[in-house]
């Protein structure tokens, strides 16, 4: 069994027959969808690969300067810049796509609820929306592109911790929007997963979290690549670790399909010392609340 516990739902990109059809290509079982949050966008070819390749680097090798090139890929009027492109980052998540996708094929989708506290003073009245619905799984935030401070989270976070709900949240590259360490210490008991192997801080973000019980990264986002996957869980061990894809965003040519090859064969790959099937699955499915 494989789950992916981190697609996005952009139907311009992707249909939801499509993505069926590519998860039956590929051996997923089932999919855990997020909501559109920017205009649709592709980034393509070797110059999308190029940029990657950077940004990883200075990530990795000088984080601080590296921060400052991620966070300049958003800009203070809300769009995302991809290869000198702008596309509109939506204050407003539609959950109801993600429901209505999940009704078509509700043996192998699965839903986060995207809030934006940045924007929406009481995001948890959205989460009791849509929490209703047993299908939808978790909690999504996105401080980076949301652009706010993770404090914003703590009603959510609580609410998360109190229902057994874990929370999905994508760093920022700032003091206030990158607080890796404000939700495990504030809300012990929190099940919380860090997008993209806890980018943009990974290594200092993987040592702080490496010991914190209920605390783990996804390995999903073209933001990574094979070597530093491999470098995540050899640090953090399968135990932490979970196959995401962060589709249908990837580096290659536009086309109907998405590749749910390139990242599960990456996890294939990595030290994971016999346990696989805790980062394709188990993991997945410790988080979850009980039924």
């Known amino acids: 069994m494989i789950v992916d516990c981190h697609m996005h739902y952009e139907p311009a990109l992707l249909t939801v027959d499509r993505l069926i059809a590519c998860m039956d290509a590929h051996g997923i079982s089932k999919t855990a969808l997020i909501a559109a949050m920017s205009e649709p966008f592709n980034v393509e070819g070797r110059a999308g690969e190029a940029a990657g390749d950077i940004l990883r680097k200075m990530l990795v090798r000088t984080n601080r300067l590296g921060r400052i090139f991620y966070e300049g890929s958003r800009t203070s009027s809300g769009y995302f810049i991809a290869l000198g492109k702008k596309y509109r980052i939506y204050d407003w998540p539609d959950n109801s796509s993600v429901a209505d996708a999940i009704a078509k094929y509700p043996d192998r989708l699965l839903g986060w609820i995207f809030i934006n506290p940045g924007v929406d003073s009481d995001p948890v009245t959205e989460i009791e929306k849509w929490s209703a619905n047993p299908a939808m799984i978790g909690v999504k935030a996105h401080p980076f592109w949301h652009d706010y401070a993770i404090e914003k989270l703590d009603t959510a976070a609580a609410w998360c911790r109190d229902n057994g709900y874990p929370l999905l949240v994508h760093l920022g590259g700032k003091r206030d929007s990158g607080d890796f360490r404000r939700l495990p210490e504030r809300y012990p008991g929190l099940k919380l997963l860090y997008a993209h192997a806890g980018i943009p801080y990974f290594k200092e973000l993987w ?35 979970l196959y995401g894809t962060d589709g249908p965003y990837q580096v290659r040519p536009r086309g109907p399909d998405y590749d749910y090859g390139l990242i599960k064969g990456w996890v294939e790959n990595a030290p994971l010392r016999g346990g696989h099937d805790q980062v394709f699955f188990e993991n997945f499915q410790s988080i979850l609340k009980p039924s």
């Open 207 to 241: 040592s702080y979290i490496r010991y914190k019980e209920n605390v783990y990264v996804d390995l999903s986002s073209p933001y990574l690549d094979e070597e530093l996957v491999a470098k995540a869980v050899e640090f953090l061990g399968p135990e932490k670790c």
